[in-house]
């Protein structure tokens, strides 16, 4: 069993569109995230969300939206596209305090 | 200047070398993460620190919290080890939920 799994592995689409990826964890953690994997390789945190509360990095535009339906779900949905938002997306997952770090297989996103 | 600071950027090395990849930072934290990628895979969590020493099999990971330092080892390389490395932070003042800080990672190449 996997145990943070994303969807899709790819995605190409237009700009302009809204489109969302999906995260799942079955470890029972309480704490998911949204990372971005530039073209150079950085990575670097979009959001972090427990059960309690949404953390969001400044710098990220306000056309992501991270959208958590239960404790073991945390999806992204992305408005209008740009081209600069191709990048790795990965969804990860871990227990208070930074512990279990367990990240899924990415997303990566080729916007056209 | 970025928080986490790593060296070197590339390593090329013959199998069986010792080899030694060192990350400095700059902020306070709660635990320092060394992660593995390889090419066009997913992101492994390799080892998690909050002070001294992890060893599992041919990884040794250490860390000086005074010095802000930590040093990840590879026994008897082997060209399976092949892989980015990427040091990464909890940031104290996140409690963990804010996220890791990154470094550039480290392209090592193992030659047979």
């Known amino acids: 069993d996997t145990a943070v799994s994303q969807t899709p592995k790819y995605l190409v689409t237009q700009m302009g569109n809204d489109k969302s990826i999906k995260c799942e964890q079955n470890?029972?953690?309480?704490?998911m995230y949204w990372y971005k994997q530039d073209s150079k390789k950085f990575l670097k945190i979009m959001f972090s969300?427990?059960?309690?509360?949404?953390?969001i990095n400044e710098t990220v535009p306000n056309r992501f939206s991270p959208k958590s339906p239960d404790k073991a779900h945390l999806n992204l949905h992305i408005n209008s596209l740009e081209l600069g938002d191709s990048a790795v997306y990965f969804c990860?997952?871990?227990?208070?305090?930074?512990?279990?770090?367990?990240f899924g297989s990415g997303t990566r996103l080729t916007v056209v | 200047k970025n928080e986490v600071e790593q060296s070197p950027q590339n390593l090329t090395a013959q199998e069986g070398e010792f080899i030694t990849i060192n990350c400095s930072y700059s902020?306070?934290?709660?635990?320092l993460h060394w992660l593995q990628q390889h090419p066009g895979g997913g992101i492994v969590s390799l080892f998690m620190?909050?002070?001294g020493k992890k060893k599992h099999g041919r990884l040794i990971a250490t860390i000086n919290i005074q010095e802000k330092h930590s040093s990840l080892h590879i026994t008897a390389s082997h060209p399976r080890d092949s892989a980015v490395y990427i040091c990464?932070?909890?940031?104290?003042?996140?409690?963990?939920?804010?996220?890791?800080?990154f470094g550039k990672g480290t392209h090592l190449i193992i030659q047979p």
């Open positions: 620190l909050s002070s």
């Open positions: 969300y427990n059960n309690k509360e949404l953390i």
């Open positions: 470890l029972g953690h309480d704490t």
């Open positions: 902020v306070g934290i709660s635990a």
């Open positions: 990464a932070v909890n940031p104290v003042l996140g409690g963990g939920a804010d996220g890791l800080t």
């Open positions: 990860a997952s871990s227990r208070s305090g930074g512990y279990g770090y367990t």
